[in-house]
Structures are given as structure tokens and as C-alpha cells.
Nanobody, 121 residues
Framework: QVQLVESGGGLVQAGGSLRLSCVAS????????IGWYRQAPGKQRELVAT???????NYADSVQGRFIISRDNAKNSVYLQMNSLKLEDTAVYFC???????????????WGQGTQVTVSS
């Protein structure tokens, strides 16, 4: 079981920056993948960025070069530094943890409650 709490959302001007934080109830070292998804009004939830326990990162094409994901295992935290924000980045951002079940090829997913990011012109 993993509990996740996000923070850092808010209102920001286009071109500005924002940093999101997610604190997990267990060490991120034990979480196979942890990262961020977002859901904009009228759209499906989509992957933004993830980082594996081994440090491998993955970004959506739409945020590549603008967003940076990082983790701090000592603080059980993962962060999303968002730069050069665009109107299309407006969404609810959710922290996600994916943990592989023991002796299994299946995954267990855990989600935070979400934090709103609104980008204005």
C-alpha cells in the first residue's frame, strides 16, 4: 500500500514556472515507478513524467524539454519542475506510484488526490 499526497499547484502566467511535490508513505526506493499524470477538462488522463527506482525517466512528448522530474528517496518524495508553462498545461495533476506485485508480472497502482495547475495568458 502506498499513500500519496500532492502539493504545489496554483495559478501561474504562461511562460512561468511551478514545482509540484508528492510525498509517499513509503520509501520511493521501493516504488518501481513514481511520477505524474494529468487530466485536463474534457480529456483523458495522460502520462506527464515518471521515474523508475533505477533512475530512468520518461516524459510525454508535450512536456519534453520543459518539465523535469526528480526524486528524493530520503524524503519519500518526487517533484515535478514545470518551466515555460503553456495554456495547454492546465489540468489536475496526479501523483502515481506503480509497484510490482511479489512473484508476479502484474502491477498495483496508487494515486494521490490531485492538485490543480492553471496557466493563464
Amino acid at each position: 500500500q502506498v499513500q500519496l499526497v500532492e502539493s504545489g499547484g496554483g495559478l501561474v502566467q504562461a511562460g512561468g514556472s511551478l514545482r509540484l511535490s508528492c510525498v509517499a508513505s513509503r520509501s520511493t526506493f521501493t516504488i518501481n515507478y513514481i511520477g505524474w499524470y494529468r487530466q485536463a477538462p474534457g480529456k483523458q488522463r495522460e502520462l506527464v513524467a515518471t521515474v523508475s527506482s533505477g533512475g530512468t525517466t520518461n516524459y510525454a512528448d508535450s512536456v519534453q524539454g520543459r518539465f523535469i522530474i526528480s526524486r528524493d528517496n530520503a524524503k519519500n518524495s518526487v517533484y515535478l519542475q514545470m518551466n515555460s508553462l503553456k495554456l495547454e498545461d492546465t489540468a489536475v495533476y496526479f501523483c502515481n506510484a506503480r509497484v510490482r506485485r511479489a512473484l508476479s508480472t502484474s502491477w498495483a497502482d496508487y494515486w494521490g488526490q490531485g492538485t490543480q495547475v492553471t496557466v493563464s495568458s
